[in-house]
């Protein structure tokens, strides 16, 4: 169930980036409705994922060795983190409107978005072990030859 909730959470933070970026080029758009609403409802999202990863997926999950609580630690740390910064991101956008200084909103976007999506990459690995697989994910690749 837990890997099913965050892979809801993932996908639908996924199509939130994903329709916001259409609206991130470099023309600056007439009005901001679009990224306003999309940029609420992404920090309802990742509160909400914030409080499920913390309570139901990282929090509970049993680590077997030190490495592997280390990892869960940080990727846990990172999404408060995430979720906190969003919410200032969120408030700033409030404060100054992003028509008024779109080049500078763009690629803050863009950095955010950037960070939520290595975020989730890590946390799904992560949320895999933590479901079930209990075999750490690979630190690092050694070539077959």
């Keep these: 169930m ?9 996908d639908r933070m996924l199509s939130i980036m994903d329709e916001a970026e259409t609206k991130l080029g470099h023309a600056v758009p007439a009005d901001s409705l679009m990224l306003d609403l999309a940029r609420n409802r992404m920090a309802r999202i990742l509160t909400a994922y914030h409080l ?6 990282f929090g509970p999950c049993a680590a077997p060795d030190p490495a592997s609580s280390a990892r869960l630690k940080i990727v846990a740390a990172e999404c408060a983190a995430l979720a906190q910064d969003f919410r200032a991101f969120s408030r700033d956008c409030t404060i100054n409107p992003v028509i008024e200084r779109w080049a500078g909103y763009r690629l803050d ?7 939520i999506r290595k975020h989730l990459a ?19 690749y050694r070539s077959a030859a």
Excluded: I, K, N, W
């Design 2 to 10: 837990t890997l099913q909730a965050f892979t809801e959470y993932r």
């Design 52 to 57: 499920f990863a913390d309570r139901e997926l």
């Design 109 to 115: 976007a863009l950095a955010m978005m950037a960070r």
């Design 122 to 140: 890590a946390a799904e690995v992560e949320a895999r072990y933590c479901a079930g697989a209990q075999q750490p994910p690979p630190t690092s």
